[in-house]
């Protein structure tokens, strides 16, 4: 069994853990969301990676065997550094325009994602992999984070702001729709009032976890059939709020897991 850090900027990389849960849920989770500085999408690259990196060491620290960083602008601007430093596997997310781009019958794409990370150079890399015929619409979701940290992922003011957002995807006439935030799943009710449920939501956790998983295949025993492991939420902001949303937020059931909450102190 091994234990399993997951780090986001705040409640985003739940929808991660919660995906990590139903897939994988015999191991021990350490869940840390930096929320007093959330959010990181409107800061700057070299802050992102600086931060990324003292709070990925800080899970090495704690024992992880791996971690998934399960916010896509950490990806983009911190991964590569955090690879280099750290010697246990380190997993990514990042939006997943390239399944959106086999699955868009109209080959119209709107691609919702932080500011960061839609300027990165892995972002911008792995676009100019993908072939011209596919246009995509990018939007950078501001203002949405600090909306879904504050538990208004359903309101009136959330799904404002959103329509105002979707609406060049919309005008656009995209059929396919990246949420390319870990925060985003959280808006999928939202998103559907707004656009309908024809369109399709492409949300690469199922992926992620599946990478995860097969980095832990040989930590991973024969027979954990009904072994359920501890999960310890941290957070650098609240962490009985923290726990709250955790158990809002995500479908797994949190009531057959060892659950522990802390603050996080001082990063060494
Ligand atoms: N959840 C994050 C992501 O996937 C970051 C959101 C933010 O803090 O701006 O990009």
């Given at each position: 069994m091994a234990l399993i850090g997951v780090f986001d900027s705040g409640v985003g990389g739940l929808s991660i853990l919660d995906e990590a849960l139903h897939q994988l849920p015999e191991h021990d989770y350490i869940y840390l969301a930096d929320s007093a500085n959330?959010?990181?999408?409107?800061?700057s690259s070299t802050w992102i990676a600086a931060r990324s990196l003292a709070l990925c060491q800080h899970l090495a620290q704690e024992g992880c065997d791996a971690i998934v960083v399960a916010c896509n602008t950490a990806t983009a601007e911190a991964i590569k550094d955090i690879r280099l430093q750290l010697e246990i596997p380190i997993i990514g997310v990042e939006p997943g325009i390239k399944p959106a781009a086999m699955q868009s019958q109209n080959g119209i794409v709107g691609v919702l994602a932080t500011e960061a990370t839609l300027h990165s150079d892995k972002f911008n890399a792995l676009l100019a992999t993908l072939p011209e015929n596919c246009q995509f619409i990018k939007q950078a979701g501001a203002g949405l984070v600090p909306l879904i940290e504050a538990g208004k992922a359903d309101s009136e003011e959330t799904l404002e702001l959103l329509a105002k957002h979707l609406e060049p995807i919309q005008d656009a006439g995209a059929d396919t729709l990246v949420l390319g935030c870990t925060h985003y799943p959280f808006l999928r009710k939202a998103i559907r009032k707004l656009l309908g449920d024809s369109i399709t939501l492409i949300d690469t956790s199922e992926a992620v976890v599946r990478q995860l998983k097969h980095q832990l295949e040989d930590r991973t025993a024969q027979n954990s059939e009904g072994i359920c492991g501890s999960i310890l939420f941290i957070s650098s902001k609240d962490e009985d709020t923290l726990l709250r949303m955790a158990q809002e937020l995500?479908?797994?059931?949190?009531?057959v897991h060892t659950v522990l909450a802390k603050h996080l102190g001082e990063l060494q």
């Open positions: 959330a959010p990181y999408g409107e800061k995500m479908s797994s059931d949190l009531s």
